[in-house]
């Protein structure tokens, strides 16, 4: 299974974006699912993350900005991202722990990467 992400692009600052992740078949079981982001030279940081049941984690430089949403049925994730700041710019990947079948542990998967540019 691949995670596939969409919605990346430029937009200047105070603007919106929305980012769409979903797994190209539909594995057994999803738990957690998220977003995380990278710059040249950081280590890759959490942005957004939910659990199925729905329960949500933040970075503390996304609060009151980014919401992250997920549809348990079809197994996607939404990152809506609004009030964009420069600093915002990073490469985002989307995340899954995934299950793949009964006889399966959980496993870490990752999604292509999608880059995200806000200029100032």
């Known amino acids: 299974v691949q995670l596939q992400a969409s919605g990346g692009g430029s937009v200047q600052a105070g603007g919106s974006l929305r980012l769409s992740c979903a797994p190209s078949?539909?594995?057994?079981?999803?738990?957690?699912m998220g977003w995380y982001r990278q710059t040249p030279g950081k280590e890759r940081e959490l942005v957004a993350s939910v659990t199925p049941g729905g329960a949500t984690k933040y970075a503390d430089s996304v609060k009151g900005r980014f919401t992250i949403s997920r549809d348990n049925a079809k197994n996607t994730i939404d990152l809506q991202m609004n009030s964009l700041k420069a600093e915002d710019t990073a490469v985002y990947y989307c995340h899954a722990e995934i299950i793949l079948t009964m006889w399966d542990g959980r496993a870490n998967y990752w999604g292509q990467g999608t880059l995200v540019t806000v200029s100032s």
């Open positions: 078949r539909r594995p057994f079981n999803i738990r957690t």
